[in-house]
């Protein structure tokens, strides 16, 4: 999981050919709008260790394929469950790190 939801920085084209990003952008249908929760690491600042991190909240339906795998991150806003002091509107997610909400057990 990512810490931030910032846009990644596109570098300017040259001679109207687009610059190479590392990912892959799309958009799921099938997710928007579905609750989820999903937990990751994040570093702590000012060691050398990471820790725990949990969200909630709302896939926007946006994802980012990386490597040829595909490895998917997906959107989520409208958060309803973050870390304290998580100042982000919106988190990327692994999907692997996912647990949907609105699934029957």
């Not at 931030?4 to 709008?33: N, R």
């Not at 339906?61 to 490597?67: E, H, I, N, Q, T």
Request: charged fraction near 25%.
């Amino acid at each position: 999981m990512s810490s931030t939801a910032s846009p990644v920085p596109v570098p300017e084209s040259k001679h109207g050919v687009e610059p190479d990003l590392p990912f892959t952008s799309g958009f799921a249908p099938e997710m928007q709008g579905r609750p989820a929760e999903c937990d990751g690491g994040a570093p702590i600042v000012g060691t050398k260790y990471a820790g725990r991190q949990d969200f909630a909240g709302t896939l926007t339906g946006d994802y980012r394929d990386f490597g040829p795998y595909p490895w998917r991150w997906l959107l989520m806003s409208e958060l309803t469950k973050k870390p304290p002091g998580y100042l982000h509107e919106a988190v990327w997610c692994d999907e692997g790190s996912l647990t949907m909400l609105d699934e029957e057990n």
